[in-house]
């Protein structure tokens, strides 16, 4: 989700209106049309000069430690076109800008990249909060804009019709793959009753409410509902009041620190559920370590956009090029970056020139075989797909679904008790 990790969303929910702020600002001191963003960028494509591909990331700020490895998605990508030829026979050239999470900053990037140094070509940010801004700027310019991350449903209702999101999924749709498999539950085995945590976020908690109705409607009772604000970092008072409730399932709209930090409220009380789903928090391979060691992440459900394990065609090609390139291996954010340029790469080899409206119309009609699976897009640019379900066990996160990326067969039916962190048992 479209991960929203740690290093990705601080405090969205009170950066909404300045992000809105930012697009009419800099939207109205944008120059040039899209008319002629988009015959520039196809009369340049006779050229042999190299193809410029502009892209403003928050490499300074809160979330510098996601955009280094996202850079260097975009980086390994644009390395291996190289040297396969480039794009339309030409080399590419990466023109990136530090926005230092900020979203005014962002849209100013993206207005620079465009009507000062006339990139061909554009790719996205991180988060919904910067691609919010940056999206609207292109759609403005009429540039093709093919996001990495920023899975907000709300991205997906303006109209635009040159936005993509090189996820299999946004926020709305990230409950799927769970939802499913407690329907695939005997009625008798499903949990009877669930609560409902999220944090106050763009991304966490649509999804936290869909998830809601959606298990509400199998018969599945809401015992508890609470929305708390991203400054919290106390959970002790929520994780009483649910364990008073006595859910059998708790589902948790995690953006960061909070995922560990409110299984360690529910553990200082032994409180256990039987059925335990955070959004982003447990994809963080720091997450075993930050609630106790594996001991207690094991059974703990999570969504995810990538996997490294993922059987997809070229994605163990693309986790040893990385790996080899940068000496670790690649993150969920530098998977997603590298994506985004699969699915530039797939439009301009398709299409031939770099006219944007004709890139736009062919990627709407078209899929595109990806590290994350083929991506096929609705008008709006929301992929017509869903994240994988993942559950952590014995000490690895394992994809249990869908079954084309599923890396085991086995699903923990029931979270274990807390070990290191707590001893307590089943509510």
């Known amino acids: 989700m479209n991960r929203q990790s740690r290093h990705r969303l601080p405090a969205l929910a009170a950066g909404a209106a300045l992000a809105v702020a930012a697009v009419a600002a800099c939207s109205s001191a944008a120059t040039g049309s899209a008319t002629g963003s988009a015959t520039g960028s196809a009369a340049g494509s006779a050229s042999s000069s190299p193809i410029s591909i502009g892209m403003s990331l928050p490499m300074t700020g809160p979330v510098a ?159 508890y509902y609470q929305v708390y604000d991203p400054s919290t970092t106390n959970f002790d008072s929520i994780a009483s009041a649910i364990a008073h409730t006595q859910p059998q399932m708790i589902i948790q709209g995690a953006v960061a620190d909070d995922g560990a930090q409110f299984v360690r409220s529910l553990q200082k009380l032994n409180y256990n559920p039987k059925i335990l789903f955070q959004t982003n928090a447990p994809t963080d391979e720091a997450y075993p370590s930050a609630i106790g060691g594996a001991g207690n992440a094991n059974g703990v459900f999570t969504a995810q956009s990538w996997s490294a394990n993922a059987g997809y065609p070229g994605n163990q090609s693309f986790v040893q090029a990385y790996t080899k390139m940068f000496g670790a291996p690649p993150t969920e954010d530098a998977a997603n970056s590298y994506t985004a340029g699969q699915v530039l790469q797939a439009a301009v080899k398709a299409v031939g020139n770099l006219d944007q409206s004709a890139l736009a119309t062919w990627l709407h009609g078209h899929a595109v075989s990806t590290i994350v699976g083929p991506l096929k897009w609705d008008k709006a640019g929301d992929p017509e797909g869903s994240l994988l379900l993942s559950q952590w066990q014995h000490g690895t996160l394992q994809v249990v679904a869908p079954g084309s990326a599923a890396t085991t067969k086995t699903v923990l039916p029931t979270k274990p008790a807390w070990g290191n962190g707590g001893n307590g048992g089943n509510g």
């Open 65 to 223: 430690d996601v955009s280094k490895s996202g850079y260097q998605g975009y980086e390994l990508w644009a390395s291996q076109v190289n040297a396969a030829g480039g794009l339309l026979g030409r080399q590419v050239k990466l023109d990136m800008l530090d926005d230092g999470f900020d979203p005014n900053q962002t849209a100013a990037d993206y207005t620079r990249l465009i009507s000062q140094d006339h990139v061909s070509l554009l790719l996205g940010t991180f988060s919904s909060l910067l691609n919010a801004p940056a999206s609207a700027i292109a759609a403005r310019q009429g540039m093709l804009y093919v996001e990495p991350s920023g899975g907000a449903a709300t991205l997906f209702t303006r109209g635009f019709t040159d936005l993509f999101f090189a996820q299999p999924g946004t926020t709305t749709s990230l409950p799927g793959q769970f939802v499913a498999w407690i329907a695939s539950l005997p009625a008798s085995e499903r949990p009877a009753t669930a609560a409902y945590v999220t944090q106050d976020d763009p991304s966490a908690s649509p999804a936290v409410a869909v998830f809601k109705t959606s298990l509400q409607a199998l018969g599945v009772k809401t015992v």
